[in-house]
């Protein structure tokens, strides 16, 4: 089955930018997306297909997606920003939606 | 405005069967399909199946086939996961969420339901 591959933890400075990474093989053949997760809370949807926002989403979270990476950039980091971040792609071949393990922000 | 409310907090004792329902309410149920997803305590999200609200199809994942199953009220705007021979390790928060057409993305997401397995 298809990996997704996240480093468990990102710390970073208030105002710093953040990038979390998400590894798999040809994910950039792949539509990405990006959730939020704070402690004790659902999943918030930060970017579907790749790069897109949804309503109410700040413009400081973008998302690349290239080769065997796919990314996502917090610029101007807000202690709000502390939580966990998973990425998740449709696997065409299995049929079947893949979380990557997750990464865990942690603001200085 | 959409909303997904889910049932509350279960504890059952291993091989017993649990029931989790998500009442969707705020748009077109039809139109939507609904995946659960869990998240065992401290660790990630692990996507369990799918269901469209349209006609009933399903798509689980290959290490709960045979104990899963998920099955939509229209008239009720329901979802439902049905989750069999519980084990301890099917101790988790258990979570609906509407799958977006197109990007396949999890746009909103019920709140949660925390289901223990304990003798």
């Known amino acids: 089955s298809y990996v997704l591959t996240q480093p468990p933890s990102v710390s970073v400075a208030p105002g710093k930018t953040a990038t979390i990474t998400c590894g798999g093989d040809?994910?950039?053949?792949?539509?990405v997306h990006w959730y939020q997760q704070g402690p004790g809370q659902a999943p918030v949807l930060l970017i579907y297909?790749?790069?897109d926002r949804p309503s109410g989403i700040p413009e400081r979270f973008s998302g690349s997606n290239s080769g065997n990476t796919a990314t996502l950039t917090i610029s101007r980091v807000e202690a709000g920003d502390e939580a966990d971040y998973y990425c998740?792609?449709?696997?065409?071949?299995?049929?079947?939606?893949?979380f990557g393990g997750g990464t865990k922000l942690t603001v200085l | 405005q959409v909303h997904l409310v889910q049932s509350g907090t279960e504890v059952k004792k291993p091989g017993a069967s649990v029931r989790v329902s998500c009442k969707a309410s705020?748009?077109?149920?039809?139109?939507?399909?609904i995946s659960w997803v869990r998240q065992a305590p401290g660790q990630g999200l692990e996507w369990m199946g799918w269901?469209?609200?349209?006609?009933?199809?399903?798509n689980y994942a290959q290490n709960l086939r045979g104990r899963v199953s998920m099955t939509t009220d229209t008239s009720t705007t329901t979802a439902y996961m049905d989750l069999k021979s519980l084990r301890s390790d099917d101790t988790a928060v258990y979570f609906c969420?509407?799958?977006?057409?197109?990007?396949?993305?999890?746009?909103?997401w019920g709140q949660g339901t925390l289901v223990t397995v304990s003798s």
């Open positions: 705020g748009y077109t149920f039809a139109n939507y399909g």
């Open positions: 998740q792609v449709w696997d065409t071949f299995s049929s079947h939606w893949v």
């Open positions: 269901i469209s609200a349209y006609n009933g199809n399903t």
């Open positions: 969420a509407r799958v977006l057409l197109g990007s396949l993305s999890f746009d909103y």
């Open positions: 297909e790749d790069r």
């Open positions: 040809n994910i950039g053949r792949k539509s």
